[in-house]
């Protein structure tokens, strides 16, 4: 059974910077990736990366944003630079274990960009 636990969110200032994490056990996953859904807004993707390594982001976040994994770990983390109040939402990891086409979702973690 797949479960994910993720980490991270909070309070940051506009400017700031946030790091959320995401850990995944029982499965090897060939893409792990991070949407959100903010007030008043539809879910979007945030960043997705695949096993070896590339990476595509939401043109909102590009040059803010970083996405990376540490597969020994099976972890997926976001870097969150220069923050805005728009990025103010809950983000959730998700991710596709190697050979399947079930995509496994956290159960969200909020993030409040505010002064």
């Known amino acids: 059974q797949v479960q994910l636990v993720e980490s991270g969110g909070g309070l940051v200032q506009p400017g700031g910077s946030l790091r959320l994490s995401c850990s995944g056990s029982?499965?090897?996953?060939?893409?792990m990736g991070w949407h959100r859904q903010a007030p008043g807004k539809q879910r979007e993707l945030v960043a997705t990366?695949?096993?070896?390594?590339?990476?595509s982001y939401a043109d909102s976040v590009k040059g803010r944003f970083t996405i990376s994994r540490d597969n020994g770990k099976n972890t997926v983390y976001l870097q969150m630079n220069s923050v805005r109040p728009e990025d103010t939402a809950v983000y959730y990891c998700n991710v596709l274990p190697v050979g399947t086409l079930k995509v496994y979702w956290g159960q969200g973690i909020q993030v409040i960009v505010s002064s």
């Open positions: 029982g499965s090897i996953f060939s893409r």
């Open positions: 990366i695949f096993t070896g390594g590339s990476t």
